[in-house]
């Protein structure tokens, strides 16, 4: 493809972008094709010949299209927002263009540069102290297995540059609330503690991690002579947004040694707004943290922001140094090839950069309030209808309910299944999208506020497809 064929299919795309958001709500958020629907649209072998990209617009509307469930959809409250604002899908299409490999300053100065400053707005939007210092990864999934790996260095004096975990002769132990992130196991397991030196510790009836059973649970690992390791304090969790007693959690691992990780993949964003940062009060004892701009922020999916007090530690677990990737300027600048697991590394950066520059600190902090003052109002319905049940606190934009009719009230199954019924009619519909969940063994259902075009209205919408979808359903009448 020369440039003037990228330049006319370019505009022809932007276009068919630009009409593919103007009319998303007409559109199922659900997709609602079957397995293998739109693999067998596509020919089970690669064309001998070019074809070219003539026809590429009208196989996305074609084949692509009727298989993609919408997460930018002003009715989306499904698992959580992961905004794809259009500035930063221009950051998107810049960084592919400039095709830049970031792996260390020489390889492009301006991809280590530019991340260096947004990573610093980033932080003062925050609050956080200037003690951390930013970069950016994937996902929080990754940045949490980086906190364990370094945790697990620094409570083993390096035994990565010896025998490994398999040379300690004391287990080192993680832990966690039993509300936790799936990626907080799956990092333990990967960063080598092992399943049986993973604590998943009770919470209380907020769904928040008990600071008694944590102090329990440290004391009789160390009288078995067990090693605490890590604690990892979940701001906002997943299934409830609770929040851990991050405070409390910090003094208990100030006084016992353990590498403390904050996990605020969602909530992080909250706190660009200082009334907010009630939720993370002790964040500046942590180690680490971690926050996902490209869901609630609106930074185009993959982009997890992830600080540290004590970035010298990270770059000596981190860092790989052969002589092929050595320059004149390694003494004087960041490498970002040694601040996290991957070598290779996109122009992130510039994501955060056209987003933040877009919008301001004033207008992102606006559209986060929306969606605070939208998922408040939602919990006073709830809680004022007769029928209805919130299972949890609602300090962010996620509130969990159910339906509880008075004849199925004493039976959980019935219930469940009521529930479920109730959520797959609003899905059905295809106007809205929510996420059925357990919490302890209650089917609930999840409603996450926080798409970039979700208004009032179209959670009023919803609160009248749930009543409706309820009162429908065989035995939901009084």
Not at 79 to 92: E, M
Not at 298 to 311: E, K, M, Q
Request: hydrophobic share 45%; charged share 25%.
């Amino acid at each position: 493809m020369d440039t003037h064929d990228f330049r006319r299919l370019g505009h022809e795309l932007i276009d068919w972008v630009a009409d593919y958001r103007e009319r998303i709500a007409e559109y199922p958020v659900m997709s609602r094709v079957r397995p293998g629907e739109v693999a067998a649209k596509l020919p089970a072998e690669p064309p001998r010949r070019a074809e070219g990209l003539a026809t590429i617009s009208a196989d996305l509307e074609r084949i692509v299209l009727p298989g993609i469930t919408h997460w930018n959809h002003p009715g989306w409250f499904a698992y959580f927002p992961s905004n794809t604002d259009l500035s930063s899908v221009l950051a998107d299409l810049v960084s592919s263009g400039l095709g830049v490999q970031g792996m260390s300053w020489q390889t492009s100065p301006a991809a280590t540069e530019v991340e260096d400053v947004v990573m610093e707005w980033l932080r003062q939007m925050l609050g956080l102290s200037d003690a951390f210092t930013g970069v950016i990864h994937d996902t929080a999934s990754t940045a949490t297995l980086c906190a364990l790996l370094c945790a697990r260095e620094r409570s083993s004096n390096f035994s990565q540059d010896r025998g490994g975990l398999q040379a300690e002769e004391a287990p080192l132990v993680v832990y966690a609330s039993d509300q936790a992130h799936s990626s907080v196991p799956k990092a333990a397991h990967l960063a080598g503690f092992g399943a049986d030196n993973l604590r998943l510790l009770e919470t209380d009836d907020d769904h928040a991690l008990r600071l008694d059973a944590l102090e329990t649970a440290v004391r009789e690992d160390v009288a078995a002579g067990r090693r605490p390791c890590a604690l990892v304090a979940a701001v906002g969790t997943t299934a409830t947004t609770a929040l851990d007693p991050l405070a409390g959690m910090a003094q208990l691992a100030a006084r016992h040694g353990l590498w403390l990780h904050v996990d605020a993949a969602l909530a992080g964003t909250a706190m660009i707004c200082p009334e907010q940062r009630w939720m993370w009060e002790g964040v500046e004892r942590a180690d680490s943290v971690v926050l996902n701009p490209h869901k609630w922020m609106g930074t185009g999916f993959d982009l997890s922001a992830y600080y540290v007090r004590d970035p010298e530690h990270l770059v000596r677990v981190m860092s790989t140094d052969p002589s092929y990737l050595r320059t004149a300027q390694d003494g004087l600048v960041r490498n970002l090839r040694d601040w996290g697991i991957p070598l290779g590394r996109r122009f992130r950066a510039l994501k955060l950069w056209f987003l933040i520059r877009e919008h301001g600190v004033e207008g992102l902090q606006a559209r986060v309030r929306r969606d605070l003052g939208n998922a408040a109002w939602l919990a006073e319905q709830v809680d004022a209808a007769s029928g209805w049940q919130r299972l949890a606190p609602v300090p962010l934009q996620t509130v969990c309910l159910r339906h509880v009719p008075p004849a199925l009230q004493d039976d959980e199954p019935a219930l469940a299944v009521h529930n479920l019924a109730v959520a797959d009619r609003v899905n059905r519909a295809g106007r809205s999208y929510v996420t059925p969940s357990l919490l302890k063994g209650r089917q609930m259902i999840r409603v996450s506020i926080g798409a970039l075009a979700t208004e009032r209205e179209h959670v009023e919408a919803l609160w009248r497809e749930l009543r409706g979808a309820a009162v429908a359903l065989p035995g939901a009448r009084p």
